[in-house]
């Protein structure tokens, strides 16, 4: 179970470090290509490589990684919360039926 917990806290962190490079594209926009975004999501993406390694050791592969997929849909809900972006009925369906599918993936 512990290892499931941090299979969610990767996927958290994944979300977030995508999030922080949206951020940091329009600091880049204006020519500041190292700018506190980008390099805090460099950082993130490294220590959630740690993690995820971590990970790897309690939940195998075949269950772990089809979770990652649930990032799909944390930024499809955090990019219109954040971003203002737009969620169609394509987009929502296909949150859906990404979760539905990583269900079917955990189930044994």
């Known amino acids: 179970m512990k290892g499931f917990k941090l299979l969610l806290f ?4 994944m979300a977030l470090t995508q999030v922080i490079s949206k951020f940091g594209s329009f600091e880049v926009k204006e020519g500041n290509l ?12 490294g ?5 995820w390694a971590n990970v790897l050791k309690k ?8 979770f990652l ?8 809900i955090l990019s219109s919360i954040l971003f203002d972006e737009t969620l169609t009925f ?7 039926l990404i979760g539905i599918g990583v ?3 955990a189930k044994k």
Request: hydrophobic share 60%; glycine share 8%; no cysteine.
């Open 10 to 13: 990767t996927i958290g962190l």
């Open 34 to 45: 190292f700018n506190i975004f980008t390099i805090s999501a460099i950082g993130l993406f």
């Open 90 to 96: 394509t987009k929502v369906t296909g949150g859906l």
């Open 59 to 66: 939940v195998s592969l075949s269950i772990a990684y089809p």
């Open 69 to 76: 997929s649930l990032n799909f849909v944390l930024i499809l």
């Open 103 to 105: 269900l079917f993936l």
């Open 47 to 51: 220590i959630r490589t740690l993690i």
